[in-house]
């Protein structure tokens, strides 16, 4: 509970952090800058998952469906993307080949993309998230049959990370400051 009585933090920061730098980290790696190592594995599954699993759950406490399913959603995508890479280099049989990726992909892209008509009425920031992200997990099953596109999506992802990067900090940074800071876009609902 808040010092100002019966509020609740907003969670949204937390989750948007968590994604933001572990999307900008894989991607670094997507882009070919290192490989991917234990400092990516260990962001999977302790910031982009857990802490957006964590962040879910509050927003479930606060009666925020879509914050409630993005969150946890795509906190799971990160418990279950580490679990894939991890499980697949210990049982190499058990290994997604690329079609197998290139669907796994594509199904978190079309959820996305539909996560993405959810926040058309919610701030411009937002929508840049999503819909980059959308971007991103159809770029990246492309990428399953034309690897070149590997560094294509990579940027790209480095640029939907540092979008949700961006609105974890304005909404603190407003919230703390008690005006706008770093503007979100704000769509006025009549």
């Known amino acids: 509970m808040s010092s100002k009585g019966s509020l609740l933090a907003n969670p949204a920061p937390l989750g948007l952090m968590g994604f933001g730098m572990t999307t900008i980290i894989l991607n670094l790696a997507n882009m070919g800058l290192f490989g991917i ?23 479930f406490r606060k009666g ?14 990160w418990l279950t993307l580490v679990f894939i890479i991890m499980f697949g280099n210990e049982r190499p049989l058990f ?29 411009r920031a937002l929508q840049t998230v999503f ?23 990579g940027i790209e992802g480095v640029i939907c990370g540092f979008s949700a990067f961006y609105l974890s900090i304005a909404e603190v940074l407003n919230e703390t400051y008690h005006r706008t800071v770093l503007p979100i876009g704000t769509i006025k609902v009549s």
């Open 131 to 153: 819909l980059s992200l959308a971007i991103l997990f159809f770029l990246l099953a492309a990428a399953q049959a034309m690897p070149q596109l590997g560094v294509v999506a």
């Open 37 to 59: 190592n234990s400092m990516i594995l260990a962001m999977g599954i302790f910031y982009g998952g857990l802490a957006q699993i964590v962040a879910g759950m509050m927003e």
């Open 95 to 123: 290994a997604p080949d690329k079609t197998a990726w290139a669907a796994y992909l594509f199904l978190w892209g079309l959820f996305t993309a539909m996560m993405f008509f959810g926040t058309l009425k919610a701030n």
């Open 64 to 77: 925020n469906t879509f914050g409630t399913l993005a969150f946890t959603s795509y906190g799971f995508f």
